[in-house]
């Protein structure tokens, strides 16, 4: 049974960080291409990062300096350190796992409020 576990949500202050971690479960974790997206109320689903199977890292330009992706294959696991918060950045954050032709999976999502 394939499974996506996002958690670390929650709300923070601007300039705050949060860490998100995704677990990963029923497919061969090492193989996937892992990214992070994001999706605020009324608005498109963006790519935030991504963490190839290969080791290619990838930052969307809104977060590249603030936001670091990496993923621990022995866990099963993919996080994302966000730093320096904004406002902007307030959304539900998901992970997402896929590989060439393969099944695309996606967890449930986790909320991100930066707030005063």
């Known amino acids: 049974q394939v499974q996506l576990v996002e958690s670390g949500g929650g709300l923070v202050q601007p300039g705050g960080s949060l860490r998100l971690s995704c677990a990963a479960s029923?497919?061969?974790?090492?193989?996937?291409?892992m990214r992070w997206y994001r999706q605020a109320p009324g608005k498109e689903r963006e790519l935030v990062a991504l963490a190839s199977s290969s080791g290619y890292i990838y930052y969307a330009p809104a977060v590249k300096g603030r936001f670091t992706i990496s993923r621990d294959n022995a866990k099963n696991t993919v996080y994302l350190q966000m730093n320096s918060l904004k406002a902007e950045d307030t959304a539900v954050y998901s992970c997402?796992?896929?590989?060439?032709?393969?099944?695309?999976?996606w967890g449930q999502g986790t909320q991100v409020t930066v707030s005063s």
């Open positions: 029923g497919f061969t974790f090492s193989s996937y291409h």
């Open positions: 997402n796992a896929r590989q060439g032709s393969q099944l695309e999976y």
